[in-house]
């Protein structure tokens, strides 16, 4: 300000978000890469270990069991990440409503 009270000059600030907006693309079609590429053949892996496992296809030897068993958590463990990794997409784009609530955690 000047003696007069007037505004002499004035100051501005400028981010460049490009490189934030490439990183959100990158992000997106990751998620849509691990929706579509990843986890329909691993549903299709985990439920034809399932039937292995539980011998549909005739039976196993123990360490063939014990092998089949492993694969399955396995499966299955990914299958989770791959569904976690999906529904936080869905709650940082607003798909999904969430909601405040008390529980008790022994049940």
């Known amino acids: ?41 691993l549903t299709s892996i985990r439920a034809s270990l399932g039937l292995l496992a539980s011998g549909l296809a005739g039976p196993q030897t123990t360490r063939s069991q014990h092998l089949l068993d492993i694969a399955t958590r396995n499966s299955e463990r990914l299958l989770r990440l791959i569904n976690d990794l999906l529904d936080l997409e869905r709650v940082q784009s607003d798909t999904i409503e969430m909601r405040h609530e008390a529980c008790d955690l022994s049940d």
């Open 1 to 41: 300000m000047d003696a007069d009270g007037a505004v002499a000059g004035a100051i501005g600030v400028a981010v460049d978000v490009s490189e934030r907006h490439a990183a959100d693309k990158l992000k997106d079609e990751f998620i849509s890469i691990v929706s579509h590429e990843l986890r329909t053949p």
